[in-house]
């Protein structure tokens, strides 16, 4: 199952894609408004500077995580 599954890139890439753009939204609404809603609850940008850079720099990560699978995806398929 696994096997096949790997063997088609173009799923995996939009599965990337669709999370990217998940992301994508949530780190757009986050600096829109200035606050981060988590499962420990809401916190702001003024209130909590430190944690709510967190999530931003961790958002970043992730979209750079993305372009690397996607990268990696179309470059090397056979490998991914």
Request: charged share 20%; with cysteine.
């Amino acid at each position: 199952m696994l096997k096949k599954i790997m063997s088609r890139p173009h799923e995996i890439i939009l599965l990337v894609l669709g999370l990217a753009t998940l992301v994508s939204l949530n780190q757009i609404r986050m600096m829109r408004s200035g606050k981060v809603h988590d499962r420990l609850g809401t916190f702001t940008r003024e209130g909590q500077p430190r944690r709510w850079k967190r999530y931003i720099y961790g958002n970043w990560m992730i979209l750079a995580l993305c372009g690397a699978a996607i990268l990696w995806a179309l470059i090397s398929p056979e490998t991914f």
